[in-house]
């Protein structure tokens, strides 16, 4: 683990001391070391998760947070300050779900009853969407609540509601795989304002649709009144019970507004969810489409957007965070090549993934390297 071959019990020990005497990026080295040895230990994750909230980089140590919830659901502290931290990030109603979650595992102890409290005041005077967290944020954060914000804008919910039908590659999706879905519990993840809601409801009317971004949420519910909609961010999915869905979509590079440890975890959530012979299908930006576009500002408001969203572009080898225009370089966005995309997902549990290109096109191996399609659909089979 440590040069030294520390146990995870001593690196443990060592990384609380250097917690508590606020020696913050000792600790945070000591808890990821223990991690990368043992990805599944429940202190290391929510002392690590606690110390990023702490540094301001609270969205990725809620996602280490509800991994210690996932691996040790009888940890009774561990809901107590997670739920502690989703209030501070202005989270009230994820705050709740967990409290909810509590009830069920471990009971609500006094303390438990005094988070609970501050949840139900929380909801009562709901803050602005971004809490005491996210003001202190650091580029991270910056990028979450930046995408949060603009697919949350009633403007945009409002471009998305005129969007109607599937696209080619998602028609082929539903001709190959509609058999096998019929009739299933299909979870819509990224529902927007219920695009393709028709079509998975002709498969199936075990249907929910979910959404981070009320203004779409609340598009879908009038659009649909008879199918039903929540808030729910990808990034938590506490409320979903394990296998409880046997069809996962994500569609449209919803998952692309989230950073890589953030989308590392949703991959495992969503692999917790879905049932073993269930399925989880997703899109995401090609990154060799990268090689043919060059977009360029078109006016000063464009070139004020790309300069602001600039702090968030990232290159390395796995993958890119890229500001390519769309939008009119509002945001920046991942992008990836199939083949990392494939060993990612398979280093999260998902052995078999087959990816689909924009045409409709089930890509075979040889043709990975050179699909320059815009996005890519990736039909993935859990371990
Ligand atoms: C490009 S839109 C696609 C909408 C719809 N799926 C479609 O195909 O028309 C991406 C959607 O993903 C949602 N989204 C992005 N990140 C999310 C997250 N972390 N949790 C839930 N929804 C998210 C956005 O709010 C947005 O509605």
Redesign the pocket.
């Given at each position: 683990m440590a040069e030294e071959q520390l146990t995870a019990d001593e690196a443990l020990l060592r990384a609380v001391d250097s917690h508590r005497g606020r020696r913050l990026g000792e600790a945070d080295q000591l808890y990821r070391a223990i991690l990368q040895a043992l990805p599944d230990h429940p202190e290391a994750n929510h002392n690590l998760g606690v110390l990023c909230c702490e540094t301001g980089r609270a969205a990725m140590g809620l996602s280490f947070m509800a991994k210690a919830i996932e691996v040790a659901p009888n940890q009774a502290v561990f809901y107590w300050s997670y739920a502690n931290r989703l209030l501070g990030a202005g989270r009230a109603s994820d705050a709740l779900s967990v409290m909810e979650q509590a009830a069920v595992h471990v009971g609500l102890t006094a303390e438990g009853q005094e988070v609970l409290t501050r949840v139900h005041a929380a909801l009562a005077n709901p803050e602005p969407f971004l809490g005491q967290d996210d003001t202190a944020a650091t580029a991270s954060e910056g990028f979450y609540a930046t995408?949060?914000s603009f697919?949350?804008d009633a403007t945009i919910?409002q471009e998305?509601a005129v969007?109607e039908g599937v696209y080619p590659v998602e028609a082929s999706l539903f001709e190959k795989m509609g058999p096998s879905i019929m009739g299933k519990r299909i979870l819509?993840?990224?529902?927007?304002?219920?695009?393709?809601t028709p079509s998975l409801t002709k498969l199936s009317r075990q249907y929910l649709g979910?959404?981070?971004?009320e203004a779409?949420v609340r598009n879908c519910a009038v659009k649909f009144p008879e199918y039903k909609f929540q808030i729910?961010?990808?990034?938590d999915m506490s409320r979903f019970a394990d296998a409880s869905v046997d069809f996962l979509i994500?569609?449209?590079?919803?998952?692309d507004?989230?950073l890589h440890e953030?989308r590392l975890s949703?991959w495992r959530q969503f692999r917790r969810v879905v049932a073993p012979d269930g399925v989880m299908v997703f899109s995401s930006h090609n990154r060799n489409y990268l090689k043919t576009v060059d977009r360029q500002p078109r006016n000063a408001e464009e070139e004020a957007n790309k300069a602001k969203a600039a702090q968030f572009e990232h290159t390395c080898e796995e993958y890119a965070i890229v500001n390519d225009g769309t939008h009119g370089f509002r945001i920046a966005q991942y992008y990836i090549t199939i083949e990392q995309q494939i060993a990612q997902l398979r280093r999260c549990g998902y052995k078999d993934v087959k990816p689909i290109d924009l045409s409709g096109k089930w890509l075979v191996e040889d043709e990975y390297a050179a699909c320059t399609s815009c996005w890519v659909y990736y039909v993935c089979y859990p371990d």
């Open positions: 995408n949060r697919w949350s919910a998305y969007l819509e993840i990224g529902v927007g304002a219920g695009r393709l979910v959404d981070y971004s779409m729910c961010d990808a990034r994500f569609s449209f590079n919803g998952i507004s989230l953030e949703v």
